[in-house]
């Protein structure tokens, strides 16, 4: 388990640092259609960028805003929205991952295949930043020892 | 068993260096990938997908099932990491 550890330079840096990353890691992946980036990219930004507060700060601390419990369902939900997508351009009457059959209020099917792109973006971001926070959170909470606490 | 083992993994290497000699060159126009599947995507990519990145409509739209592929292999892991290594109160 991380404790927190007393060091004013390493929580001031974080503390400045972190909303940043965040922003930077969003614009990831919502810019992926333009520049390089995307989903995945996005998604590992955005989990360092928690890692950065649960070293910085202690897991204890830092248990309000991240948990495993939380960490599970936004995994999940993430790719609940990337197969979810394909399932609704299934239902639509597409194939499935169509994303031209979208129920978009949008003009023209390159622009709904577009945002079809976009939501799966952000179902793999959701998807990738849980997984990296809880792998990195299982391995720090696990300990040697006899204790199995 | 090891001399066996090493000879396995030469007698692999080899066969995979040899095989190495029927593959197209590198950025060869003339190879079946740059005669088909790349120039379709370079052409049809804007008319299609509205995405000036090639790099990410490939992967999200013309790719999309070894995407989901990918995110579902990433979310194994991690499911696997935490049965493995969550402790078990909550």
Known sequence: ?149 | MKIFVLLVVLLTGGLLLAGMEEMPGWGDPSSPPSMHVSPRYIEKTMEETATPNMVTSVLADYRGYDTLGETTVIFAAGVACLLLLRKDDP
């Open chain 1, 1 to 149: 388990m991380i404790v927190q550890y007393e060091n004013v330079i390493i929580k001031t840096i974080s503390r400045i640092l972190i909303p940043f990353i965040q922003i930077y890691a969003l614009y990831v992946i919502m810019h992926g259609h333009y520049s390089p980036g995307g989903g995945f990219q996005g998604g590992v930004i955005l989990g360092a960028s928690f890692i950065l507060l649960v070293m910085a700060f202690g897991a204890e601390a830092s248990q309000k805003r991240i948990s495993l419990k939380k960490l599970t369902v936004l995994a999940s939900l993430g790719l609940l929205i990337y197969s979810g997508i394909g399932l609704v351009a299934l239902l639509w009457g597409g194939n499935y991952l169509d994303y031209g059959n979208l129920p978009l209020p949008l003009a023209t099917v390159p622009e709904i295949r577009a945002m079809g792109i976009l939501g799966i973006e952000i179902g793999v971001g959701i998807g990738v930043m849980a997984i990296m926070i809880s792998i990195f959170l299982a391995i720090t909470s696990f300990e040697t020892g006899g204790e199995n606490a």
